[in-house]
């Protein structure tokens, strides 16, 4: 068996960035948790990262949420509020 070599996120850059401004948030706001949620998906299961999916870990603590009601909490917003405001450059975060 190969050994699996790590990847490099295409979007690290601006994740890293997200992520340290959260691991500082000490109050989530909506946004907060949108970003925690969708960064949590999209590193789950990447080989790499390592240091975005353990810093995704440590605020899920810190804010004392689980995954499955960081989760609930989210769809909870979306239903209710547009959170994300959209870019108009073309782009699509969901790399």
Known sequence: M???KDQRHPQYMGDRQIVTDLLGT????DRNLADLAR????Y????GARDIQADLLKVLAQWH???EQLYAKTREIH???KVFATHNDGRDDWA
């Open 65 to 67: 949420l689980t995954e």
């Open 26 to 29: 000490t109050q989530p706001s």
């Open 79 to 81: 239903t209710t509020a």
């Open 2 to 4: 190969a050994d699996l």
């Open 39 to 42: 960064l949590c998906i999209r």
């Open 44 to 47: 789950r299961g990447f080989q």
